[in-house]
T-cell receptor, first 114, second 115 residues
């Protein structure tokens, strides 16, 4: 079956622009996660959804970052007034039921803020 | 303190040989899970293998095995019979606690398989 998909794969934004990154989890997966991966580092947790409920947003770096999953399937990570330090790969992952199940990742969106 | 430490930024291995990628972890929680992911240049994190803290035997998945030494807090990945397609970044990750969902990643090891 299809894996986790993300779009766009690459995004270039001018500083101050708003961006929206989309994640389509594996069909039927209840849990969804966003991670941020800076260049040369491992991914860092941003936020966690169980169905449409955002249960943890402790990893979001600032109030410019906002994530939603209104119907419990597709999720969007929005970054307002982008800054250069937001440049990173944003990875989405999903797991079947509980958040403790194995997480399967998408290919990521590489965001470059000029 | 670092929760996950991968001390090898880069490794080389000859095709068809075995290679061990090191990972040490730090937690005081008796219940945890350890993961290895592969990240090729395409960017996707591919799940390879999982070891639970209470598992009695070392995990194996095909050519991948996890050398789990609980007392030393190490969870090294062993890849047998390396293939050119194994060239990638490899990340060790931990989930602390029975009900935890956050993965904590190390900084990764870049593996290059030589023909």
């Amino acid at each position: 079956g299809a894996g986790v998909s993300q779009s766009p794969r690459y995004k270039v934004a001018k500083r101050g622009q708003d961006v929206a990154l989309r994640c389509d989890p594996i069909s039927g997966h209840v849990s969804l996660f966003w991670y941020q991966q800076a260049l040369g580092q491992g991914p860092e947790f941003l936020t966690y959804f169980q169905n449409e409920a955002q249960l943890d947003k402790s990893g979001l770096p600032s109030d410019r970052f906002f994530a939603e999953r209104p119907e419990g399937s597709v999720s969007t990570l929005k970054i307002q007034r982008t800054q250069q330090e937001d440049s990173a790969v944003y990875l989405c992952a999903s797991s079947l039921a509980r958040g403790t199940d194995t997480q399967y990742f998408g290919p990521g969106t590489r965001l470059t803020v000029l | 303190a670092q929760k996950i430490t991968q001390t090898q930024p880069g490794m080389f291995v000859q095709e068809k040989e075995a290679v061990t990628l090191d990972c040490t972890y730090d937690t005081s929680d008796p219940s945890y899970g350890l993961f290895w992911y592969k990240q090729p240049s395409s960017g996707e994190m591919i799940f390879l293998i999982y070891q639970g803290s209470y598992d009695q035997q070392n995990a194996t998945e095909g050519r991948y095995s996890l050398n789990f030494q609980k007392a030393r807090k190490s969870a090294n990945l062993v890849i047998s019979a390396s293939q050119l397609g194994d060239s990638a970044m490899y990340f060790c990750a931990m989930r602390e606690g029975m009900s935890s969902y956050k993965l904590i990643f190390g900084s990764g090891t870049r593996l290059l398989v030589r023909p």
